[in-house]
Every structure is written in structure tokens, then in C-alpha cells.
Nanobody
Framework: QVQLVESGGGLVQAGDSLRLSCAAS????????MGWFRQAPGKGREFVAA?????????RYVDSVKGRFTISRDNAKNTVYLQMNSLKPGDTAVYYC????????????????????WGQGTQVTVSS
């Protein structure tokens, strides 16, 4: 079991940066692959970024955020981060972090139902 708590969201202008954090409970954080998803009003949940377990040597991004967003993890702090630069109004959404303990993550990293545990979400609003 792991509990996830996101923070760092807010209201920013286009071009600004934000860093989201997701703090996890438990002593086995390093054994979970982690993902960030987002959901805009009236839309489904969309994959944003993911990072593999342990040292996080594998990262994946949706095309729309490549070059702007960076996912990272600090296992000593049981935390995963999403650094978001050059934000656009289209990035406005509730952002959720999620944890996946299964090896199937390597092929299903972009699928929301692959992840077992979810945070409550943090709102990111980007004004033009």
C-alpha cells in the first residue's frame, strides 16, 4: 500500500514554470514506477509523464510536453517531481500522480488502469 499526496499546483501565466511534487508514504517507494496524468474540464484523464522504479533510468512523456516537462524522483525523500516549463493554457488541468508496482509498467506506462495508487490531484491553471 502507498498513499500519494500532490502539491505545487497554482495559477500562473503562459510561459511560466511550476514544479509539482508527489509525496509517497511507505518504505518501498523505490520499488514503484511513478506516473503523472492530467484531466482537463470535460476531458478524459491523459498521460503526461512516467518514470521507472529504483533509479528512474527510464522516462516517458506525451509528445505535447516533450522538451518542456521533466519527471524525476528522489527515493530518499519518497517524492516524485514534475518540473513544468514554458507552460501553455492547454496545460490547464488537474494533475494526478500514480504508482505502479508491476513489471508490466515497461509496456503499459501510458495506461491509467496500469497504476494501482492515485493521489487526490492538484490544480494547474495557465492563463494566456
Amino acid at each position: 500500500q502507498v498513499q500519494l499526496v500532490e502539491s505545487g499546483g497554482g495559477l500562473v501565466q503562459a510561459g511560466d514554470s511550476l514544479r509539482l511534487s508527489c509525496a509517497a508514504s511507505g518504505r518501498t517507494f523505490s520499488s514503484y514506477a511513478m506516473g503523472w496524468f492530467r484531466q482537463a474540464p470535460g476531458k478524459g484523464r491523459e498521460f503526461v509523464a512516467a518514470i521507472s522504479w529504483s533509479g528512474g533510468s527510464i522516462t516517458r512523456y506525451v509528445d505535447s510536453v516533450k522538451g518542456r516537462f521533466t519527471i524525476s524522483r528522489d527515493n530518499a525523500k519518497n517524492t516524485v517531481y514534475l518540473q513544468m516549463n514554458s507552460l501553455k493554457p492547454g496545460d490547464t488541468a488537474v494533475y494526478y500522480c500514480a504508482a505502479d508496482p508491476r513489471p508490466t509498467w515497461v509496456t503499459r506506462w501510458g495506461t491509467s488502469n496500469e497504476y494501482d495508487y492515485w493521489g487526490q490531484g492538484t490544480q494547474v491553471t495557465v492563463s494566456s
